[in-house]
């Protein structure tokens, strides 16, 4: 079970996503994670969320929520979750997420 909600590290969380990776390609088609934000940068506070990069085979449509909710369980934790198709019209945000990335 993941540590509490402020205890988690980036060790923490890159593990846990590596035991479910088969699990997360299987179910949702994930074919990259990518872990990046505060919890990548080493400067998380007691309000961060973990922010993942999710590359996948196709769109989800409502099974996104679904892939949401499994990561939030796995990790016990607050996520958001972004795609690349998300960021093709934020190239600044695009910039800052690939400064970050930590991939799986």
């Given at each position: 079970m993941p540590a509490a909600?402020?205890?988690l590290t980036k060790e923490q969380i890159l593990q846990y996503l590596r035991e479910h990776k088969k699990e997360l390609y299987e179910k949702y088609g994930v074919r990259?994670?990518?872990?990046?934000?505060?919890?990548?940068?080493?400067?998380?506070?007691?309000n961060s969320d973990i922010?993942?990069?999710?590359?996948?085979?196709k769109p989800l449509g409502f099974a996104f929520v679904d892939l949401c909710d499994y990561l939030e369980k796995i990790l016990n934790h607050n996520v958001d979750v972004l795609t690349p198709p998300m960021?093709?019209?934020n190239p600044e945000?695009?910039?800052?997420?690939?400064?970050d990335?930590?991939?799986?």
């Open positions: 909600k402020n205890e990259k994670i990518g872990l990046f934000g505060s919890y990548a940068r080493g400067n998380k506070s007691e922010d993942l990069l999710l590359e996948l085979e960021l093709q019209h945000l695009w910039e800052d997420v690939q400064e990335i930590v991939n799986v």
